[in-house]
């Protein structure tokens, strides 16, 4: 498949780590296979492992689990022979960055690739300001004649004073517009569908503000607890690991004004304007509008679990969040008094990520009377962004027989009933933007940085312990406390979703 992508070299620091294996070079196959990948391209992995070409190859393909090798048998051995490897001593040392231009300059000159390099740092955060500035003292980040670009993981920045330093030393030798801060939720699917949603569809735009909108509420759960990584996830966190990064994004789609154009410039800077219109939550607020909890011992999907603080190197006395709920306003012109909730936890009881919006009922309760339950009918549409991905619109029917009693019935769509194709992973899609030198999907260094300005409050609150630390057992949707954040709100509630998108419970036989 013929496609105008320039020529370049991927190379991916940290290439014998996890995420590589597991994602990166899944990804890069996906689209190799798809044809989506330029005809003059080379991967390059670059870590502290002592691997030879052959030796990389076997472990990140050959004998990789992970890698979807069925039916591509054939195309596995052309794909591993555009792999190379080159060992590091360390990541960022004068000698080993000049031995890797040299090697890039032999690859290009082999592969036709030119000066064209897309730099992925799926190294330690420490790493991402000393490799930015080791690859500039050897010019690779203006590289004669081509381009380079980097592609920065999270955590981009511990707080909103780190993420501006290192906002600030990786543009003095890149610019902003080569780089890429990735985010792996912006490149799924259901994500991006949420502008088509809003901005393409004349029955959803003049609903989306204060004056139709009840409440939006979104949920990311996880069944899995920290694990071995307690050492790891003790110093971040749910809001810092979850909140702060992957949900305001999602708020962003959600929430953001229409863009005058769909390019990157556009839809990034309506995404700054809602992260500035953000109503900080400072103080005593914290204690009343957020809500942070750990997980005791108990059971869930995945078997039995030991409470947080009993974890693989978490201490006996941590305050470090499992779970996060929090009640918040938007200070604009389409939003004002419309109360947004986020949540995310570990050890729930299902892997879901969803956006649920609730519309506002009727003035005038006209069939309650008929209804034996007296049952309130909601108005929600549902967007299911993992797994099971699709939309969902709920809304009231008339039971046959004597009278209007009124039942919820669901409406819905499933993103697979669309293509016969594969829904593309979302590392694949965000490397492709990135070499199509796109980033839309990225999140932009101001905003990142205005992000973090909103979680800090809390964050600090929480370190002063103005806030009270709660408990819930493992398997269970979260702590009591995190209910009364609905209190005032029109009886409004937490929806706790069912493996499928369309509960059997919102079905009634009609």
């Known amino acids: 498949m013929a496609n105008t992508l320039d020529s370049h070299i991927l190379i991916i620091y940290g290439a014998s780590g996890d995420l590589a294996q597991r994602k990166l070079i899944p990804a890069v196959f996906d689209l190799y296979r798809g044809g989506y990948l330029p005809e003059n391209f080379a991967l390059l992995g670059a870590s502290r492992t002592d691997f030879t070409d052959e030796e990389f190859r076997n472990k990140v393909v050959f004998e990789n689990d992970l890698f979807d090798k069925e039916g591509h048998e054939d195309k596995l051995e052309a794909f591993s022979q555009l792999l190379f490897y080159q060992d590091l001593k360390t990541y960022d040392g004068a000698e080993d960055v000049k031995k890797l231009k040299a090697r890039l300059e032999e690859l290009g000159q082999e592969f036709g690739t030119g000066s064209n390099y897309i730099f992925?740092?799926?190294?330690?955060?420490?790493?991402?300001?000393?490799?930015?500035?080791?690859?500039?003292?050897?010019?690779?980040?203006k590289p004669e004649g081509g381009w380079s670009r980097l592609v920065v993981e999270k955590p981009f920045g511990y707080d909103e004073a780190s993420a501006r330093q290192l906002n600030e030393e990786l543009q003095s030798v890149f610019h902003e517009n080569d780089i890429y801060r990735i985010d792996h939720y912006l490149g799924k699917e259901t994500v991006q569908n949420l502008l088509v949603t809003r901005f393409a569809n004349g029955f959803f735009e003049p609903l989306w503000n204060r004056n139709y909108v009840q409440s939006i509420q979104i949920?990311?759960?996880?069944?899995?607890?920290?694990?071995?990584?307690?050492?790891?996830?003790d110093e971040s966190g749910a809001l810092r690991d979850m909140i702060q990064n992957h949900l305001l994004q999602v708020l962003a789609h959600v929430g953001m004004e229409p863009p005058i154009r769909a390019d990157a410039y556009s839809i990034r800077?309506?995404?700054?304007?809602?992260?500035?219109?953000?109503?900080?939550?400072?103080?005593?607020?914290?204690?009343?509008?957020?809500?942070r909890a750990q997980?005791?011992?108990?059971?869930?999907?995945?078997g039995e679990v030991v409470a947080y603080r009993d974890a693989e190197g978490v201490p006996d006395d941590s305050t470090t969040e499992t779970y996060v709920a929090m009640k918040f306003f938007i200070d604009n012109w389409r939003w004002a008094g419309v109360p947004f909730f986020i949540r995310t936890g570990k050890c729930l009881p299902l892997k879901v990520t969803e956006?649920?919006?609730?519309?506002?009922?009727?003035?005038?309760?006209?069939?309650?009377?008929?209804?034996?339950?007296?049952?309130?009918?909601?108005?929600?549409?549902?967007?299911r962004i993992q797994p099971d991905e699709g939309m969902a619109?709920?809304?009231?029917?008339?039971?046959?027989?004597?009278?209007?009693?009124?039942?919820?019935?669901?409406?819905?769509?499933?993103?697979?009933?669309?293509?016969?194709?594969?829904?593309?992973?979302?590392?694949s899609r965000l490397l492709l933007d990135c070499m199509k030198g796109d980033p839309t999907l990225y999140a932009r260094g101001d905003s990142v940085e205005q992000a973090w300005a909103f979680v800090d409050p809390i964050l600090e609150a929480w370190k002063k312990e103005e806030a009270p630390l709660a408990f819930y057992e493992a398997g269970?949707?979260?702590?009591?406390?995190?209910?009364?954040?609905?209190?005032?709100?029109?009886?409004?509630?937490?929806?706790?979703?069912?493996?499928?998108l369309t509960e059997k419970r919102h079905y009634t036989e009609l």
């Open 219 to 233: 949920t990311a759960a996880e069944t899995v607890g920290v694990g071995s990584r307690g050492g790891y996830y």
């Open 269 to 291: 800077g309506e995404k700054m304007k809602l992260f500035q219109a953000l109503r900080p939550i400072r103080g005593e607020q914290v204690a009343e509008q957020v809500v």
């Open 476 to 500: 269970t949707w979260g702590p009591e406390e995190a209910d009364r954040l609905w209190d005032g709100i029109g009886g409004g509630c937490w929806r706790n979703p069912d493996s499928s």
């Open 355 to 383: 956006v649920v919006i609730t519309f506002k009922n009727p003035p005038q309760a006209l069939f309650a009377q008929y209804d034996d339950y007296a049952i309130k009918c909601d108005n929600q549409l549902i967007i």
């Open 295 to 302: 997980y005791t011992a108990g059971k869930t999907k995945d």
């Open 120 to 141: 992925y740092l799926s190294t330690p955060p420490k790493l991402y300001n000393t490799i930015p500035k080791a690859l500039a003292d050897v010019g690779l980040n």
């Open 393 to 427: 619109m709920e809304f009231g029917m008339k039971v046959p027989g004597e009278g209007f009693r009124v039942k919820n019935v669901d409406m819905d769509f499933f993103y697979r009933e669309l293509t016969t194709k594969d829904v593309p992973e979302s590392y």
